[in-house]
Structures are given as structure tokens and as C-alpha cells.
């Protein structure tokens, strides 16, 4: 009923520049919180950055100053821009939507739903 399409990622040098997407879509009410978060080969996923619907973000230390979030209400999308990126950088970053949705005709139910994953690599 639900789904997160994210895209955008892609292999880049060091010092490079990507833009990620991530569109929800189907049966959906609101959406609170988005963000971002990814998982390095043998590490735990880890939280990148979030953006509440009133436009108010928060971003993880290791990528403060380089990396910008934002959305689109209107869309259901989140964007996630990456400047001046390190090969530490590299990692499967998923889409995550904290919403709720229509179950029924007259039902509503909440969900935390993720994406199915893009990878970015960062060369040295």
C-alpha cells in the first residue's frame, strides 16, 4: 500500500557531488518525519540526517556542513544532496518515512517504512 523508491546513487570520486531521491508513494495520509540513514559494508546502519514536515533537520556530525536534506510535501519526496564526498561516505543509504496511511475506508494506520536501498561509492 506503501512504497519508497529512492535513486541518485552512483559510484563518485572523492570530493564529488551526488543528489539522492526517495518518493513515497501510495495510499498516504501524512508523512511526519523523513531522513536518511546507511550501512557500511560489516557496520550497523546509522542515522544520516532527518527533516520533519515543518522543514526543521538534523544531521549526524560526520556529514554536518557537506550534506543537505530536504524535502517536497507536495511530492512525498525527501532529497538527501552529498558535497564534497569521502570514500568513508560509502555505503548503502536507504530511505526511511515515519507516516501514516489509509487501511480501509475508514481506517488509518501508522507505519515506519524504508526503501529498498541505493548504494554510493566513493573512490579514493
Known amino acids: 500500500q506503501v512504497q519508497l523508491v529512492e535513486s541518485g546513487g552512483g559510484l563518485v570520486q572523492a570530493g564529488g557531488s551526488l543528489r539522492l531521491s526517495c518518493a513515497a508513494s501510495?495510499?498516504?495520509?501524512?508523512?511526519?518525519?523523513m531522513g536518511w540513514y546507511r550501512q557500511a559494508p560489516g557496520k550497523q546502519r546509522e542515522l544520516v540526517a532527518t527533516?520533519?514536515?515543518?522543514?526543521?533537520?538534523n544531521y549526524a556530525d560526520s556529514v554536518k556542513g557537506r550534506f543537505t536534506i530536504s524535502r517536497d510535501n507536495a511530492k512525498n519526496t525527501v532529497y538527501l544532496q552529498m558535497n564534497s564526498l569521502k570514500p568513508k561516505d560509502t555505503a548503502v543509504y536507504y530511505c526511511?518515512?515515519?507516516?501514516?496511511?489509509?487501511?480501509?475506508?475508514?481506517?488509518?494506520?501508522?507505519?515506519?517504512?524504508w526503501g529498498q536501498g541505493t548504494l554510493v561509492t566513493v573512490s579514493s
Open positions: 526511511n518515512a515515519d507516516l501514516t496511511y489509509y487501511s480501509g475506508s475508514y481506517y488509518l494506520n501508522t507505519l515506519d517504512a
Open positions: 501510495g495510499s498516504i495520509f501524512s508523512i511526519n518525519a
Open positions: 527533516i520533519i514536515s515543518g522543514g526543521s533537520a
